[in-house]
């Protein structure tokens, strides 16, 4: 199964006034350019690109790349409501399932096809966390890649993407079933001493 994204619709988002719809499904290398319209002198420097590709990471995960929240992605001029709307297609053979995930700041909330859901809703239908995301999608500007990380926080990252602690959790589901069929074991075993089973 893979995830393909398709369209990134953002309303009243930091800089972006208004409703602007990105499309994400184009193949091959896309280029970014913008205008600074406040500062023209500086071309394209701080016209809002990483600020629009970092909308995709706040709809899908609450957080930008750099760990921006709901009040810093907020509309700089209003107190407009920030929106954010992934249109998504998880595509396994030939079966395409579609989602819808948007988000909102200023009430916050965070839906799924149209339905109130939480982050961990988003992350099962992903396959995955935010700091997997960050490592193996989105790489954003200054954020420290994996071979930057010390062996801790690699080990960590491992363990996140591998999915480790479900193995822990299965272990556990184990160890509490061979205890319970132990203790039937010798309830039956004690049963047969007494003669109660024949």
């Not at 700091?131 to 954003?140: E, S």
């Not at 990252?157 to 602690?165: A, E, K, N, T």
């Not at 309830?187 to 024949?198: A, M, N, P, V, Y």
């Amino acid at each position: 199964m893979y995830t393909m994204f398709q369209t990134l619709t953002i309303r009243d988002y930091g800089p972006f006034k208004g409703q602007h719809t990105l499309k994400l499904d184009t193949p091959g290398l896309v280029f970014i350019k913008g205008r600074n319209e406040v500062e023209p002198r500086l071309e394209s420097n701080g016209a809002g690109k990483s600020r629009l590709l970092n909308a995709l990471v706040w709809c899908l995960y609450g957080k930008t790349s750099d760990d921006l929240g709901n009040t810093d992605i907020r509309s700089w001029d209003s107190e407009a409501q920030a929106y954010a709307a992934i249109n998504l297609s998880q595509i396994t053979g030939d079966l395409n399932q579609p989602s819808i995930i948007e988000r909102t700041a200023g009430p916050n909330s965070l839906r799924i096809n149209g339905k109130v859901c939480v982050q961990e809703d988003v992350d099962r239908l992903l396959g995955m966390s935010l700091n997997v995301f960050r490592q193996a999608v989105f790489l954003g500007q200054g954020q420290p890649l994996f071979h930057d990380r010390d062996n801790a926080d690699k080990l960590r990252f491992l363990s996140d993407v591998l999915g480790l602690d479900r193995w822990d959790n299965y272990s556990d589901k184990a160890k509490d079933l061979a205890t319970k069929l132990d203790r039937e074991c010798y309830r039956l075993s004690g049963q047969l001493s007494d003669g109660e089973i024949r």
